[in-house]
T-cell receptor, first 115, second 111 residues
Framework: NAGVMQNPRHLVRRRGQEARLRCSPM?????VYWYRQLPEEGLKFMVY????????ESGMPKERFSAEFPKEGPSILRIQQVVRGDSAAYFC?????????????FGPGTRLLVL | EDKVVQSPLSLVVHEGDTVTLNCSYE??????LLWYKQEKKAPTFLFML????IEKKSGRLSSILDKKELFSILNITATQTGDSAVYLC???????????FGAGTRLTVKP
């Protein structure tokens, strides 16, 4: 069983461009979580999704950021018009059920660098 | 391939017990090992370990790293029900600040 896959592993964008980060959960997992890790800081929750539904987006900036988890295919975290402050490591985790019942499995992360 | 293995995967104890959680790793260009506690949303940072043999303490929690044997332990003494959580271990590498998480240990502390 392959683990949580994230791609790309590294992404370089210029200010104003769009960044698309993909997360393929473990097989059988229908819950996906996105986190951001800024340099020298801990993980910060961004959004929690189930298939085709956003359950909790309280940690996601209201503008420029969006997330989806379609019925088929990976979950996508999309950042429009990136700014330098978006440079961070973005981690995705998946679980078969909601977090309080099940352990999350983390992917290796995508490191976004905005020039 | 780099990997981080935590054991046990789950653990049930009673209040007042002492627990030891294990994290072993195989990571190229090791930089640091981090322990997190996850209850609801984002994992809460506990410790960062970079040097072998130096114990870090925070209240009833302590952790130590062995870079020769490639493992770390997290100790919790006099456990309380509030310690119930998933404890995650993650290892950072120097190259590209690569970070690998273990699968976590789910600790349940019963009254």
């Amino acid at each position: 069983n392959a683990g949580v896959m994230q791609n790309p592993r590294h992404l370089v964008r210029r200010r104003g461009q769009e960044a698309r980060l993909r997360c393929s959960p473990m097989k059988g997992h229908s819950h996906v979580y996105w986190y951001r890790q800024l340099p020298e800081e801990g993980l910060k929750f961004m959004v929690y999704l189930q298939k085709e539904n956003i359950i909790d987006e309280s940690g996601m900036p209201k503008e420029r950021f969006s997330a989806e988890f379609p019925k088929e295919g990976p979950s996508i975290l999309r950042i429009q018009q990136v700014v330098r402050g978006d440079s961070a490591a973005y981690f995705c985790a998946s679980s078969p059920q909601a977090i309080v019942q099940e352990t999350q499995y983390f992917g290796p992360g995508t490191r976004l660098l905005v020039l | 391939e780099d990997k981080v293995v935590q054991s046990p995967l789950s653990l049930v104890v009673h209040e007042g017990d002492t627990v030891t959680l294990n994290c072993s790793y195989e990571v190229t260009n090791f930089r640091s090992l981090l322990w997190y506690k996850q209850e609801k949303k984002a994992p809460t940072f506990l410790f960062m370990l970079t040097s072998s043999g130096i114990e870090k303490k925070s209240g009833r929690l302590s952790s130590i790293l062995d870079k020769k044997e490639l493992f770390s332990i997290l100790n919790i003494t006099a456990t309380q029900t509030g310690d119930s959580a998933v404890y995650l271990c993650a290892v950072e590498a120097f190259i590209d600040n690569d970070m690998r998480f273990g699968a976590g240990t789910r600790l349940t502390v019963k009254p």
